[in-house]
């Protein structure tokens, strides 16, 4: 006997279900129900259901406030340099509660010799944007320096193959600027290995600098000069490079939710576990746990690429092995509050990043209370400190009290931290943390062709075209518009 099918409303609207209850998933949702909610006449009703295993929506984002701290449980912030996360707060009428960062602290320290020392002043991630701060940093040796200076001379790379990030460094810049320096920064972010991380997947400014000025001494300079140019026509930029809200990027969560909720069917507690193609062209139905089986015509995905493989398994085999090529690390943040008095560091920047060759047990601390106001009540200091990731995975896997032990002695270590955390809390991240190796857009364009080629399906997230909350904003709206646009083009259900 069949399983009962749970029957949704109008037969004449679009069905969508939505898998995954992340910034990816309730944005793709808000896009659709925008968009059908616009007076076009080709539009017909969408019906969206989005379906979230959790308890909560947001996925990696989570916002806490307890006694007195503000605390960002995965990310804390956005860049603007990608103006789709901005943009999504601005449209939710979240542009008065959106913060920049505090502009007193606006540097960062990486440990060297067991110390935290300023990163050179300029420094943007893979270059430096002057030599100057280089030659007088204490971070690189003088016959370092001197290679960092070479750049200048050295010509550009001929072919456009992709290459890891390790590689482009100590090609431009020599291996103490990529040990030293640029490991820690770009690890901090993307807790990857560098000998494997594509340059092309993750920072491609770099090398179109590269093919543009032959050095990226030469692009920094054409780029200040321009700066300065601008800034004498113009009254400034509008935000700095990294906003959050106010009250946390959970903020942003709850008025996706709240826009949202009226116009869509959102479910919690709710895991997909098969997806089963049930029509020709498109027609899918969709098993969710605790739930009757629904059909739909259209999936969206936006869960981890390891998630969708598993239950595309049935659907597309070839789709699934590809999906299942991109590698996760997982990290952990382990949250910890404490009075000013009991560090005896200043905390004078955003954070410390710490290099793999200093072989310590953590990945970089984040000077949270100092990153952006109201986050630590006054005389206390929120740290977030990152264990785990690609090059440590075995620290991720330890138990509850050695982390926080593990924890407490690098803070002690490296900040002069002492005493108890008034407040101590480890949020894990299992295989969170998607690496884009290189190949990987060879692999995602692989990816792309597989799913134009299953007439109903569409992917979205940060697995693909970018790791970040801006990433994942654009990739769900795309994914979002796609649906409409095949839906109003073909005319098909
Ligand atoms: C520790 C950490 C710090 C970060 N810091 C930053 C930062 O400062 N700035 C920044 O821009 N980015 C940061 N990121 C990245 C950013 O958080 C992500 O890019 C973004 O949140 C991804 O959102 P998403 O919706 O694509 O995925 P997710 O947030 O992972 O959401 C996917 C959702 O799908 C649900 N799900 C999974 N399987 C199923 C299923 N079978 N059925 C139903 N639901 C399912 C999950 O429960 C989850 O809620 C950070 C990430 C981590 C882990």
């Not at 996706?256 to 869509?264: C, D, K, T, W, Y």
């Not at 382990?334 to 004078?348: A, F, I, K, M």
């Amino acid at each position: 006997m069949n399983d009962p099918v749970e029957e949704s409303g109008d037969e004449s609207s679009l069905k969508v279900a939505i898998i995954g209850g992340g910034v990816s998933g309730l944005t793709s949702a808000y896009c659709l129900i925008n968009s059908s909610k616009s007076d076009s006449a080709e539009t017909r009703p969408v019906e969206v259901t989005l379906f979230e295993a959790s308890p909560v929506f947001g996925g990696m984002i989570q916002t806490e406030q307890r006694d007195g701290y503000l605390i960002e449980k995965g990310p804390d912030s956005f860049i603007t340099s990608k103006p789709q996360a901005v943009n999504l707060c601005e449209d939710l009428g979240l542009a008065a509660r959106l913060i920049s960062t505090n502009e007193e602290y606006r540097r960062a320290h990486v440990v060297f010799r067991g110390k935290p020392v300023p990163v050179p002043a300029d420094f943007t991630l893979v270059a430096p944007g002057r030599i100057g701060p280089v030659l007088k940093s204490p971070l690189i040796s003088p016959s370092g320096k001197l290679r960092m200076g070479w750049e200048y001379f050295l010509p550009a790379k001929k072919d456009n193959h992709d290459e890891s990030l390790a590689s482009f460094v100590r090609r431009r810049f020599g291996a103490e600027a990529l040990d030293r320096i640029v490991q820690p920064l770009v690890g901090g972010i993307y807790t990857s290995n560098p000998e494997k991380l594509s340059l092309q997947a993750t920072m491609p400014r770099f090398l179109e600098m590269e093919q543009a000025h032959g050095s990226l001494l030469k692009a920094a300079r054409f780029q200040r000069k321009q700066q300065v140019a601008q800034q004498s026509s113009e009254s400034g930029a509008r935000y700095g490079l990294f906003l959050s809200l106010r009250d946390g990027l959970g903020h942003l969560i709850d008025a996706l939710v709240s826009a949202i909720r009226p116009h869509a069917v959102l479910h919690l507690n709710t895991a997909v576990e098969r997806i089963e193609q049930i029509g020709a062209p498109t027609g899918f139905r969709v098993h969710a746990s605790g739930r009757d089986p629904q059909n739909f015509d259209r999936i969206l995905f936006t869960i981890p690429a390891y998630h969708v493989a598993a239950l595309l398994r049935d659907v597309n085999g070839d789709l699934a092995s590809e999906l299942e090529e991109i590698p996760y690390a997982s990290s952990a943040v382990v949250v910890s509050g404490y009075r000013l008095d009991q560090t005896e560091h200043p905390l004078d920047a955003f954070g410390v990043v710490v290099p793999a060759i200093e072989n310590r047990k953590i990945l970089a601390v984040s000077f949270s209370s100092r990153k952006f106001p109201n986050r630590a009540p006054k005389g206390r200091a929120l740290l977030r400190t990152f264990v785990g990731g690609a090059m440590q995975p075995e620290l991720f896997d330890l138990d509850d009290d050695t982390m926080r032990k593990v924890v407490r002695d690098e803070l002690a270590d490296l900040l002069g931290v002492h005493g108890e955390p008034e407040l101590e809390e480890i949020c894990r991240y299992p295989k969170s943390m998607p690496q884009y190796h290189v190949g990987h857009l060879d692999r995602v364009r692989k990816i792309e062709d597989l799913v134009a080629a299953i007439p109903g399906i569409e992917i979205a997230g940060n697995a693909f075209r970018g790791v970040g909350i801006p990433d994942a904003v654009l990739s769900g709206n795309q994914a979002a518009e796609r649906i409409l646009t095949k839906w109003i083009l073909t005319g098909d259900s």
